[in-house]
């Protein structure tokens, strides 16, 4: 398309598709960038006998500019949302995809500076770059967050059918049965942990609205009352918690619209690895109980959301806080707004407190360049509000923070709370339990909750560590680390068979 566009009689027709083509070859070498490195350029068909294939590798930061020039012709060309035909890549997420890139170069290049990894680009230009992109998208004034206010929203954004109406979701892909493009997510996710799970780090980032009605890490609030039962964890925590993780009493099944079926009572721990929650914090971001297909048909056509606004609040405030630039009203228009969805206390430029067990302290074996108080809670921010949705490994990668690879312990919740139900079993005695489950509420006391026993599974379908704490990978990781290299596994190797291909490829550091 980019080579011969120009033989069209029409122009004018034909450049928002050239914008989506260089979006879309952004989008590619993006992936190579954040796995690769720098990589060949190609701006060209290629050949059997093309030059180009047999040409080194560019430096990162020119893969970075070259990709943002992409992204700058693409916002050029693309309509912009407003006018765009739906489910077509609009102007703004040009934009906000060109936010994601600079951030990414930028902290990529300012933390692995002095390394193996080291960059060339100007990191105050990429910094600029991002802020002033996802900025563009915020004052476009075309997009707001969903749900706000609304019980349990935060939840229900992540299971829709259909976005056409959403003010926050900017790109997302239909599925539809009638045409056979289905999946099966949403409803393995109904009816057992689906082989994974939170960890225990990710549950203790979210934090506790202590007793003065401030929000403060689990280490500091006297509300928080610890981790030996789900019920405990969940207390007084950022409603996304609950939102994002099964808790007791939620519904997993509800028929018509009308009445609960089957509701969350403990995890799937004692199934089968491609079944069971590993981790006893079981996944319920992305589940919809009321949903036909995955109860009668065994297929779901829920939506894939692709690119949403919420991006955008938090890489404004991420790369303002890397420049130097962060204000109240920064927050108050980003941050503060995502917190206003679940009813959170907005967070204040200066916290009120230092987080000794911060993932960028210390005390988690951070040795890095020095991350400010307020940058800490950012970044917070952004692992609880996208948790789940596949950012956390390229943001750990730019952070440089192979620290909390090779420091936290790889863990779940406590196993021992599930030895001894009788906490639960006091929960259900207690909890409105629908009537239409099991023939009632007594009905379900007196042939589910009065029949439980502890699970008794161990060393078998769970493994417990040294702290009493799931250990899901106890077979093949003893200790309960990563063992993540910092002299090579920030980058992928070059396969072997391209090195052999084009000798003018140089291997990335530490791969043989």
């Known amino acids: 398309l980019l080579d011969n566009y120009q033989k069209s009689t029409e122009l004018d027709k034909v450049e928002p598709f050239i914008g989506e083509a260089r979006f879309f070859r952004a989008l590619y070498y993006f992936d190579f960038l954040s796995k690769f490195g720098g990589v060949p350029w190609i701006e060209t068909q290629l050949g059997l006998e093309s030059q180009e294939l047999y040409q080194p590798r560019a430096k990162r930061h020119e893969i970075a500019d070259h990709i943002l020039a992409d992204l700058d012709l693409a916002i050029e060309r693309i309509p912009s949302f407003s006018t765009q035909a739906k489910g077509r890549v609009s102007k703004e997420v040009a934009q906000l995809f060109k936010a994601r890139v600079a951030l990414y170069e930028a902290t990529w290049e ?51 059918h259909d976005y056409s109406n959403s003010n ?5 892909r239909k599925y539809d049965s009638a045409l056979g493009v289905m999946h099966h997510n949403s409803r393995d996710i ?15 980032s979210y934090l506790c609205i202590d007793t003065d009605g401030k929000a403060k890490p689990i280490s500091l609030a006297s509300n928080y009352q610890g981790d030996d039962n789900l019920l405990k964890v969940i207390a007084n925590r950022d409603p996304r918690l609950t939102q994002t993780m099964y808790a007791p009493g939620r519904p997993r099944t509800i028929k ?31 589940l919809d109980p009321d ?94 509000e996208l948790a789940l949705e596949g950012f956390r490994h390229n943001d750990l990668k730019r952070w440089r923070a192979h620290h909390l690879w090779n420091h936290d312990k790889i863990q779940g919740s406590k196993t021992a709370q599930f030895k001894d139900l009788t906490w639960l079993v006091d929960f259900f005695r207690t909890y409105p339990v629908p009537s239409s489950i099991s023939g009632g509420y007594n009905e379900f006391l007196n042939t589910t909750v009065a029949k439980w026993v502890p699970e008794s599974v161990e060393g078998n379908n769970y493994w417990t560590d ?18 993540f290299d910092p002299n090579k596994a920030y980058l992928l190797p070059i396969p072997t ?10 291997q990335n550091p530490g791969w043989k």
């Open 110 to 160: 300012k933390y692995h500076a002095g390394t193996a990894f080291a960059g060339e680009g100007d990191v105050r230009k990429y910094l600029t770059a991002a802020r002033d992109a996802s900025l563009a998208v915020i004052n476009s004034g075309l997009f707001s967050l969903d749900n706000v206010g609304v019980k349990d929203g935060y939840h229900l954004l992540f299971n829709q």
């Open 168 to 172: 926050e979701i900017m790109l997302w």
């Open 190 to 204: 109904a009816w057992n942990g689906q082989g994974v799970g939170l960890t225990r780090w990710l549950v203790d």
């Open 256 to 286: 018509d619209g009308r009445d609960t079926l089957v509701i969350f009572t403990k995890p799937s721990i004692n199934r089968t690895d491609v079944e069971k929650c590993a981790t006893g914090y079981e996944m319920a971001k992305g």
């Open 291 to 384: 949903d036909a297909e995955q109860i009668y048909v065994g297929v779901a056509t829920k939506a894939t959301v692709i690119f949403r606004y919420a991006e955008a609040l938090l890489i404004y405030a991420e790369a303002r806080a890397e420049l130097g630039e962060l204000t109240q009203v920064d927050l108050d228009l980003t941050i503060n707004k995502l917190r206003d969805r679940v009813g959170m206390p907005h967070l204040t430029i200066n916290p009120g407190y230092t987080d000794n067990r911060g993932e960028f302290t210390a005390a988690r074996g951070y040795q890095g360049v020095p991350v400010s108080n307020i940058l800490q809670e950012v970044r917070r921010e952004r692992r609880v």
């Open 466 to 483: 040294d702290e009493g704490y799931f250990a899901p990978y106890q077979k093949f990781i003893p200790d309960g680390h990563f063992k």
């Open 497 to 506: 068979e391209q090195l052999v291909i084009n000798d003018k490829l140089v």
